[in-house]
């Protein structure tokens, strides 16, 4: 018999979408590590690709088809020798569809049913068609995962809460990743271990609607993020904690009172708004008025001074007229924004969106985009700006682009390149702001920062 373990196979996974999408791949990687797959950075060659998908724009969604036409051609020549597999978000939406509309695929497998590989992969070829799998399973995924791995990096994703119970008129996600469901703590706190043992020492919490989060406590009580958050600042090694995606209508008392508490807690938060029209953010459903979103800025603010703030924004949703979009410019100048990643509104099937009248047409949308980018461009170049000449603590993460250069983060995310021995790979330092590039800072390195690092 075969032993099919001890066979070293390679594994390509391409991840499109959220983060929450790579920390599943990784966990994928986790689950076939055992069956000898080892992972690539290349499809060509590779015994088996995953794509891991990204329903949440059309064009997102689209992306899958036309790479699925590249390994159609990569798999022809080589006479079918190649597994495909089709994951996430798309694939838990579409699954049937890709089956049919797909032959090169093998398998297709959702969100929730990616710890089951293992026995997808020994269906395979049994009765002839892929193999599918997207039923939301009533056994608990994280149960079932073997131990994270992150691949000696010093950040890592640790996924705490999944799906979403909000219904927000323009999102798939309740419809890709099903009902909010979050991890019980003592899970949570066994994987952030683990990783901070392997050299890990920033973990960034991740959930759709992460600070939603109620896991059992040992008692079976329900925890919320802010607590969860203060337990892990309690990890001998582990440095920094940040958390994403947060929806401003669960930011609760003690979630922001731990920004103001917790030192390990990093000063930059993402707090989608989506638009600052409240006729808009109403036929949104998004649950709040764009005073509510000001006034609770001001108060995370008050708990935490030197709070950046960064956002989502969706322009041309049904029904925009100018002036809704004018209040969103003028929400944006009020907030002022650190970063913030923006959109033209995608109809996705399915969701009340699409069915909407006063569909905005795409010159609109186009106009209003590139005006609401141009003043978060001028926001975002005066916040990286102004850092000229401050001291901030870097956490090295790799070899910058040059020689004798290390390439780290700031605590508001900001890639630094400074000139530094490799021994500070993982480590955390004091750097002294030298230049503003586009995207990134150049430094200085003073010091290890005062705290200590394990
Ligand atoms: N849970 C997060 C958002 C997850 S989706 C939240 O509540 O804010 C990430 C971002 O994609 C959203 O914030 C939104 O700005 C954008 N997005 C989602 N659906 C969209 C659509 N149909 N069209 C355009 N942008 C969309
Ligand atoms: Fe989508 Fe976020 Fe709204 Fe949930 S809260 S429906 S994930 S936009
Ligand atoms: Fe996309 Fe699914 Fe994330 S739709 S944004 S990959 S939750």
Known sequence: MKDTASLAKTLYIKTYGCQMNAYDSSRMADVMAPLGYTQVAEPEGADMVILNTCHIREKAA??????????????????????????????QAEGEEIARRAPVVDMVFGPQNYHRLPEMLAKLGRDGGPVLDTDFPVEDKFDALPKANANGAPTAFLTVQEGCDKFCTFCVVPYTRGAEFSR????????????VESGVREITLLGQN?????????????????????????????????????????????????????????PYLHLPVQSGSDKIL????RQHTGDEYRALVARIRAAR??????????????????????????????INYAQAYSFKYSPRPG???????????????????????????AQAAAFHGAMVDRELDVLFEKPGRHKGQLTGRSPYLQPVHVDAPTALLGQIARVKIKAVQANSLGGELLRAADREVA
Do not use: W
């Open 184 to 195: 019980p703590v003592a899970q949570i706190m066994t994987e952030a271990r683990g990783l």
């Open 282 to 285: 109403k036929a949104m459903n």
């Open 210 to 266: 992460v600070n939603a989060f109620h896991g059992d406590d040992a008692g079976g009580k329900p925890c919320g993020l802010g607590r969860l958050i203060g337990q892990l600042a309690d990890i001998t090694g582990l440095e920094r904690i940040r958390y994403t995606t947060s929806h401003p209508r669960d930011m609760d008392d003690e979630l922001i009172e731990a920004h103001g508490r917790v030192e390990k807690l990093m």
């Open 351 to 377: 969701t009340p969106g699409a069915d909407m009248e006063n569909q905005i047409p795409d010159e609109v949308k186009s106009d209003r985009l590139a005006r609401l980018q141009a003043l978060l461009n």
């Open 305 to 334: 001074n030197d709070l950046a703030l960064s956002s989502d924004f969706i322009v041309g949703f049904p029904g925009e007229t100018d002036a809704d979009f004018d209040a969103t410019m003028t929400l944006i100048k009020d």
């Open 62 to 91: 689209e992306k899958v088809y036309s790479e699925l036409g590249r390994l159609r051609k990569l798999k022809a020549a080589r006479d079918g020798d190649v597994i495909v597999a089709v994951a996430g978000c798309v694939a």
